[in-house]
């Protein structure tokens, strides 16, 4: 183990070196994949540098106990070693952790797509309660939310609604939300007071940068339309809405939420852009065997990943089994439990993967 923290010592030093080089500074792309590596490494270094004093204290702490000459110095040490007998291996599962290679994408911000799947207006009402979980998520994690576009249910909720999060590792976080969420419970439109069963998708997209993905605007069509509401009437007789079509891929991204024209069309190039990222992040997924065969984030979007049966009060995640009767508070934004079993339940996994190679 501390052969190998040295050895990414050694890397962190370089990288340390590297980002205030001009030329690095200059290059974006090259500077901002160092500045995440930078931040990967210290992490390792700071707990690496923990651990190697512990072996530290382990090893003096023998060598006192060997030694028996001092009684009291004995009893020290004997305290000491006890100590270290208890940190040394947890620290190493930690570090075991924090040498997983990282998804690249996992400190990018993201766009999230909510729509509403089948049952009809219970669906949309589902989608406007997933987005408010997500809502109240966001802003316990002080992630800033943002509105794309907007899709309104006639009976409330959303058809579909477009969002993004910005803050600290909010892909790494958001990423398993992606998949059909599926609810049980009577809705407010049953008046037998059956239980129905619908659905709604949910899309987690790590945004793309600028330089993630090279858009021309020569391969995009514009279209300018009036904004709708609820039923499709227009709610304003101005063009402000935008629609951009990405010829080459066929590729749509719109936005009505804003006044202006030029803010929808910002918003919908950031859609456009991000989707167009996806597209091609989804095809090196693929062709990764590893990526592929996860339990966690296999990246079906048509998977059904969780159920919310608020008969029983009950949550189930159904790629790791678990089950938790807290809905009311998941369902108001309490999601870290969830999302921690799942970082687990990866992180496991990936762990296994090494340890075969």
Request: with cysteine.
């Amino acid at each position: 183990m501390i052969d190998k923290i040295r050895i990414i010592k050694q890397r962190f030093d370089e990288v340390s070196d590297l980002i205030i080089q001009p030329d690095i500074i200059k290059d974006q792309k090259k500077y901002v994949k160092l500045s995440k590596e930078y931040k990967d490494l210290k992490d390792i270094v700071d707990k690496g540098n923990e651990y190697i004093s512990i072996v530290a204290n382990r090893d003096e702490a023998l060598e006192i106990i060997d030694d028996n000459s001092d009684a009291e110095m004995v009893e020290m040490a004997k305290m000491e070693l006890d100590e270290a007998k208890i940190k040394i291996p947890q620290l190493e599962e930690e570090i075991k952790v924090l040498m997983i290679p990282k998804d690249p994408e996992d400190a990018k911000n993201v766009i999230v797509e909510i729509r509403a799947g089948t049952g009809g207006d219970e669906a949309s009402i589902f989608a406007g309660d997933l987005y408010r979980m997500y809502s109240k998520f966001a802003s316990d994690k002080k992630w800033k939310l943002e509105i794309e576009d907007i899709s309104e249910g006639t009976s409330g909720g959303f058809k579909e609604i477009i969002f993004s999060l910005t803050g600290a590792d909010v892909y790494g976080t958001m990423k398993y939300e992606s998949g059909v969420h599926r609810v049980q419970r009577v809705p407010q439109t049953e008046t037998q007071g059956r239980v129905h069963t619908s659905a709604a998708t949910v899309m987690v997209l790590p945004e793309a940068e600028e330089f993630d993905v090279d858009v021309k605007m020569s391969d995009i069509r514009v279209d300018y339309f009036c904004s709708s509401g609820p039923g499709g009437q227009s709610v304003n007789t101005t063009y402000s809405a935008v629609r951009l079509t990405h010829v080459p891929t066929g590729i749509v991204a719109q936005c009505q939420d804003q006044k202006s024209q030029h803010k929808n069309k910002d918003k919908a190039l950031k859609v456009l852009r991000t989707r167009i990222y996806e597209m091609e992040l989804q095809k090196k997924l693929d062709a990764d065997a590893a990526q592929r065969n996860s339990l966690v984030s296999s990246g079906d979007r048509s998977a059904k990943i969780r159920t919310y049966n608020y008969a029983q009060g009950r949550v189930t995640d159904h790629r790791i089994g678990l089950t938790l009767y807290d809905l009311s508070n998941i369902i108001d934004g309490d999601i870290h439990k969830i999302v921690e079993a799942l970082e687990l339940a990866e992180n496991t996994e990936k762990l296994k993967q090494l340890n075969e190679l």
